[in-house]
C-alpha cells in the first residue's frame, strides 16, 4: 500500500466519500489508487473554482465535508475564490493538494510555489505530509479539522513521493466534533432583554438558527416578546416555504437597511455578526445598528443554537400557540412582460416541494424573497463570500449530496460566465440543476456602485468595462455545447413552461431568461 492508497482509504473510512477533482501530474497515484480502494466517487470538474464550489455545496446540504483533488499552487490558487466563500458558510472541506516530490523542489520547476501559503488565508487547518508513513495519520486530522465545529476547512498537502512510496495502512479519523452547548448566562441575559426591549428588539439569526426547528422556535419566541426576527443579508441555507416561519433578510442596499434597523436599541445575536455595509460609501455608516443600540452575543457558529432557542423560550414562556399568523405575498402565475415582480411569481409558482434553490442573482432577485415564502417548502443557499461564480458549483455539489431533490440555480449572466464549466459536470453526472440565467447583458449591480461611491456618470469607457453585450453571449448554446438542454424566453408565460418542464425533466437544464 502507497501513501496515495492509504489516504483514500482513511478519507473513505473517515466518511469522506466524495472527492470534486481536477489532477495534475502530481496527483496521479492519488487518481490511480480510486482504482483499488472501494467507496470514493470521484466527481470532475473542468476548473478549480468549480471542484471548490461543489464542495461548498455539497457540505451545506449534506452536513459532512467532501475533498477536493487539485494541482499543486496554481490548481488551488484557481479554487481560492469559492473556497473564501466555504470559508464564510463555515462549510467543512478536506482539500487535497498535489505538491513536487520532495528532492524535486529545490529546483525551483515552473510549477513551484508556496502551496502553504496560498492556503493559510482561507484554511483553518494546513499540513505537508513529510513521508509515506505520516500521510494517513495527516488525513486523519485533516478529515477532524473539517469536522470540528464549528466546521473548517482543511488543507493537506501531498508531495509526490510520499503518496507513491510505501505507506502503513489506513489512520481512524476521530468521530464528527459536536456543536457546544449553549451558555446558559447568554441565553439568561438574552431574555432579559427580550422582557425588558419587546419591539425594540432584534433577533437576528443565521447558520443553524435557521432550520425549520430553529425559526419555529424564534417565531414562538417572537409571539411571546413583541421582537422583531430577521435574517443576515446572506446566509449559507435557511428553511423557507409555507409552513414554515418567513423571515426577511437586512437589506443589501444602505438606503434600505438603515430605516429598517434605526429603531432597534437591542439586537440578539443567534450566530449571526454586527450588521454592517458590504463596502465603504463617501457620507454613508459602515455600521448599519442605529446610535446607542446594544448588542448582545448569544451563540457562536459553534455553539448549539437550537438547544439555545429551545432554552430561550422556555426562559420566556413561549409556546407554540404564541406563533402569530403570517400574512404571505398572494402568488398566482404571471402573463406578459418579464419584469422582476413577474419573475418573482413564476418561481414562487414553479418551485416544487423539498427543492434547493442556489440564489446568485445578485440584481435581478432583490425582489424574490416575499412571493417565495409563499412557495413550496424548500431550502435557499445564498453567497456568503461576496466571491462571484459561487452559484452553479454549490448547486452542482448540493445535487451531489441530495439526487433525490430538485435543485434550481439562479445566476445572473456575468457571474454564470465565471464557473460555466459546471454545466459540463451536471451533463456527465446526470444532476438534477435547473440553471436560470438572467441575461441582462451588464454587470447591473456595478452600474448601481457608481452612484453609491459617487463616482459620478460613466462615460462610454466606464460603460464598456461594465456591458457584455458585445458580442453577446449565447447562453443556450453554451450550454448545449456541454451538454445541457436550454432554451430561452423573453415573456412570463413562456417562462412559466419553461420552468415546468425543466422542472419535470431529470438531468439538469438551462433556461436563459433574456431581460
Not at 494546513?126 to 466546521?151: E, L, M, N, W
Not at 428588539?201 to 422583531?228: H, P
Not at 422582476?340 to 418551485?351: E, F, H, N, R, W
Request: net charge neutral.
Amino acid at each position: 500500500m502507497n501513501g496515495a492508497e492509504s489516504l483514500v482509504r482513511t478519507l473513505v473510512a473517515g466518511g469522506v466519500d466524495v472527492c470534486f477533482s481536477n489532477p495534475g501530474t502530481s496527483e496521479i497515484h492519488f487518481v490511480a489508487a480510486l482504482d483499488r480502494v472501494e467507496g470514493m466517487r470521484c466527481v470532475l470538474g473542468l476548473f478549480e473554482g468549480v471542484v471548490t464550489g461543489a464542495a461548498d455545496g455539497y457540505f451545506r446540504m449534506k452536513g459532512t465535508p467532501a475533498s477536493t483533488l487539485l494541482h499543486l499552487g496554481p490548481g488551488l490558487a484557481n479554487g481560492l475564490a469559492n473556497l473564501h466563500n466555504a470559508k464564510k458558510a463555515n462549510s467543512g472541506i478536506v482539500n487535497i493538494v498535489g505538491q513536487h516530490a520532495t528532492y524535486h523542489i529545490g529546483y525551483n520547476a515552473p510549477l513551484t510555489s508556496d502551496i502553504e501559503g496560498l492556503a493559510r488565508p482561507m484554511s483553518a487547518w494546513v499540513r505537508t505530509s513529510p513521508d509515506a508513513k505520516s500521510v494517513a495519520a495527516d488525513g486523519a486530522a485533516a478529515i477532524a479539522a473539517a469536522k470540528s465545529a464549528p466546521p473548517q476547512i482543511a488543507t493537506l498537502i501531498l508531495p509526490a513521493d510520499t503518496a507513491w512510496n510505501e505507506a502503513d495502512g489506513i489512520a481512524e479519523a476521530p468521530a464528527e466534533g459536536q456543536r457546544a452547548n449553549y451558555s446558559a448566562q447568554a441565553v439568561d441575559h438574552a431574555a432579559k432583554v427580550l422582557r425588558n426591549g419587546g419591539a425594540e428588539t432584534l433577533l437576528l439569526m443565521t447558520g443553524s438558527a435557521l432550520t425549520e426547528k430553529g425559526l419555529a422556535l424564534a417565531a414562538q419566541i417572537a409571539g411571546k416578546a413583541g421582537c422583531k426576527v430577521m435574517g443576515q443579508t446572506y446566509n449559507p441555507r435557511m428553511a423557507r416555504g409555507r409552513g414554515r416561519f418567513a423571515i426577511d433578510r437586512i437589506p443589501y442596499v444602505i438606503e434600505l437597511a438603515l430605516p429598517i434597523l434605526k429603531d432597534f436599541k437591542n439586537i440578539v445575536l443567534v450566530e449571526a455578526n454586527d450588521p454592517v455595509a458590504f463596502f465603504a460609501y463617501p457620507n454613508k455608516p459602515s455600521m448599519l445598528k442605529p446610535q446607542g443600540c446594544e448588542v448582545h452575543r448569544m451563540t457562536t457558529g459553534a455553539e448549539n443554537s437550537v438547544a439555545a432557542l429551545e432554552a430561550l423560550a422556555s426562559a420566556l414562556g413561549a409556546k407554540p400557540e404564541n406563533r402569530q399568523p403570517q400574512k404571505m405575498v398572494e402568488i398566482a402565475r404571471p402573463t406578459g412582460a418579464l419584469t422582476y415582480a413577474s419573475i418573482a411569481q413564476a418561481l414562487a409558482m414553479a418551485i416544487p416541494e423539498n427543492a434547493i434553490v442556489v440564489d446568485e442573482s445578485i440584481t435581478t432577485g432583490r425582489g424574490f424573497f416575499p412571493p417565495t415564502a409563499a412557495a413550496a417548502p424548500h431550502d435557499w443557499l445564498q453567497n456568503m463570500g461576496g466571491s462571484i461564480g459561487f452559484s452553479t458549483p454549490v448547486a452542482t455539489g448540493a445535487a451531489v449530496a441530495c439526487p433525490d431533490r430538485k435543485v434550481i440555480c439562479m445566476v445572473g449572466d456575468g457571474s454564470a460566465m465565471y464557473t460555466l464549466q459546471s454545466l459540463w459536470t451536471q451533463a456527465r453526472e446526470g444532476l438534477n440543476v435547473v440553471t436560470i440565467v438572467f441575461a441582462n447583458r451588464i454587470y447591473q449591480i456595478l452600474r448601481g456602485e457608481f452612484d453609491g461611491v459617487g463616482a459620478g456618470e460613466p462615460g462610454q469607457r466606464a460603460l464598456d468595462m461594465l456591458k457584455i453585450d458585445r458580442p453577446t453571449i449565447d447562453f443556450v448554446s453554451l450550454a448545449k455545447g456541454m451538454g445541457v438542454p436550454g432554451r430561452a424566453v423573453d415573456n412570463a408565460d413562456d417562462l412559466n413552461k419553461a420552468l415546468a418542464e425543466a422542472i419535470a425533466e431529470p438531468g439538469p437544464r438551462l433556461i436563459e431568461v433574456l431581460m
